[in-house]
């Protein structure tokens, strides 16, 4: 069977001037069909005095107004749907831990779109049709799962549906099964190296993890890559664009996140104004959905923070808006003792420290109106709290107490690893 590169061909080496004639044409019609369909979302255009005549290029996308995701809150659960609720065959939703779910509906298009999203990102990771993949995040409301399942079905891949937990059962499954890709958080990749460690074993048939939900390092995937000796990515995609995978992945020339950009146009712009950054400029990762028919977004502001790469073509030879692996978040930046800092920026840090392991804990206190910090990490033994403490004020900027843990004793999540705890 010839070895596949691409899963769509066409569609992810498209030249500039046919992916704008792509995009413009989409944009057209989900605006349209948004209009007429979306009470909710054709109130805001009426606001700003705006019908689907005045998109009439790319560069009017601007005059739209953004969504964002308190609107969906607003709209809990399914008050942006743009199709009877007949059609829809299946949802999902975020926790709903800070305020109401998000809920994204499917009809059997857009299930197919995120199959077809999936499945490029699966094959872009190197998996071919016949391949065996296993499926770590659950089953359930949260998307993963289901979204690794429906790619991992167009791609033709023999499926192990694990879902989340029970790591020794996991390793057994790989080993019996021959598992060449998993699909998972990269947290959880490092409690599976926890128990090989413990073991001494090791999964000579694994080859390929794809990781998402949770930003991490380039010392946390090259940890990863070199104890499991797979090759790592950083998938991306979220609940309002339609699930994980859906708006891309990085390749192995690691020179940032493939958007598909016949599926989303992508914007960047500064949090605080709106206005859209020059490429190379930091700033807020906004999507607009161009084939989705139940929920589609329209300048969706993620609160994610990263910068455009590149619009040129790729080593891999895909086409298309490369951006930056994510950064932060606008909502997650820690402001402390006048320094501002991300969580990523803290993992970044503590994996220079030779024999400092992945789980930490960033514990945020707040007392008498004073907000201080304390990092707890996991380490080897030998590895001291002044150790870590002067290596994070060298990186940081200041000097946040905590303490060394044994490794396999900082409390574990089978989902997103908490990074972030608040007290007081």
């Not at 909710?40 to 290029?57: C, E, N, W």
């Not at 807020?284 to 073509?313: C, M, N, W």
């Amino acid at each position: 069977m010839k070895r596949l590169r691409y899963w769509n061909e066409r569609a992810e080496t498209m030249s500039e001037d046919e992916l704008a004639a792509v995009q413009l044409s989409r944009l057209k019609a989900t605006v349209a069909h948004v209009w007429a369909n979306s009470a909710f979302q054709r109130s805001r255009m009426d606001a700003l005095g705006i019908t689907p005549h005045d998109v009439k290029s790319l560069d009017d996308l601007v005059k739209l107004p953004f969504l964002t995701k308190d609107d969906f809150r607003e709209t809990y659960p399914l008050g942006m749907l743009c199709v009877p609720q007949a059609e829809i065959r299946e949802m999902h939703m975020s926790s709903g831990s800070t305020g109401a779910p998000i809920v994204m509906a499917y009809t059997e298009a857009d299930l197919a779109q995120w199959a077809e999203c999936m499945a490029r990102c699966q094959a872009m990771a190197g998996m071919q049709p016949g391949d065996t993949i296993q499926i770590m995040p659950t089953f359930g409301l949260f998307n993963g799962g289901f979204g690794f399942y429906h790619g991992a079905r167009a791609l033709g891949l023999f499926i192990v549906p694990a879902s989340s937990g029970n790591t020794p059962r996991q390793i057994t499954l790989m080993r019996d099964f021959k598992v060449k890709g998993i699909g998972s958080v990269v947290s959880y990749a490092s409690r599976i190296i926890e128990l090989l460690d413990e073991r001494n074993g090791n999964l000579p048939d694994l080859k390929i993890g794809i990781f998402g939900a949770e930003t991490f390092s380039d010392e946390t995937r090259s940890r990863v890559e070199a104890r499991l000796g797979i090759k790592a990515f950083d998938i991306y995609g979220m609940t309002e664009t339609g699930g994980a995978g859906t708006t891309g992945m990085d390749c192995e020339a690691r020179c940032g996140i493939h958007v598909w950009s016949d599926q989303y146009i992508t914007e960047i712009v500064d949090p605080d104004t709106g206005a859209c950054v020059p490429d190379g400029e930091t700033g807020e990762v906004v999507f607009t959905s161009l084939t989705r028919q139940a929920i589609p977004v329209i300048r969706y502001r993620t609160r994610d923070l990263s910068h455009i790469v590149s619009r040129g073509k790729c080593a891999c030879g895909r086409t298309g808006v490369r951006i930056e692996r994510i950064t932060g978040r606008c909502d997650d930046m820690l402001i402390v003792k006048g320094v501002n800092f991300f969580p990523k920026q803290v993992e970044q840090a503590l994996m220079e420290i030779p024999g400092v392991l992945p789980e930490y804990q960033i514990i945020i206190e707040e007392k008498e109106g004073v907000t201080d910090v304390r990092i707890h990490v996991e380490a080897q033994e030998g590895v001291t709290g002044y150790m870590v403490e002067k290596h994070l004020k060298e990186k940081l900027g200041f000097s946040p107490k905590g303490d060394i843990f044994k490794p396999g004793t900082l409390p574990r999540d089978e989902g997103k690893a908490k990074r972030v705890v608040r007290r007081g």
